[in-house]
């Protein structure tokens, strides 16, 4: 079993309504990569990590979300997607 925890998503330029789109989209990828067969995930020593800034299409919250979910499973999996 994999379990993600994202403390804090910092969302700057959209509205609520595209925040909170960006989010589902975020997690519904996280939870396709994770599902995907043969899912590994290193061990790691850090109780963190922080992945680096992304980019989307403009008015794509949806974009956006599967953008920044492809950052943090490659961050998590050791680049392995």
Do not use: Q, T
Request: glycine share 14%.
């Amino acid at each position: 079993m994999i379990e993600l925890v994202i403390d804090e998503l910092v969302v700057r330029g959209l509205s609520p309504e595209d925040a909170h789109a960006a989010a589902a989209a975020l997690e519904a990828r996280l939870g396709a990569l994770a599902g995907e067969g043969g899912a590994r995930i290193p061990a790691r020593a850090e109780a963190f990590r922080r992945v680096g800034p992304v980019s989307a299409p403009a008015g794509a919250p949806g974009a956006l979300g599967e953008s920044v979910a492809g950052a943090v499973w490659s961050a998590v999996s050791g680049g392995r997607r």
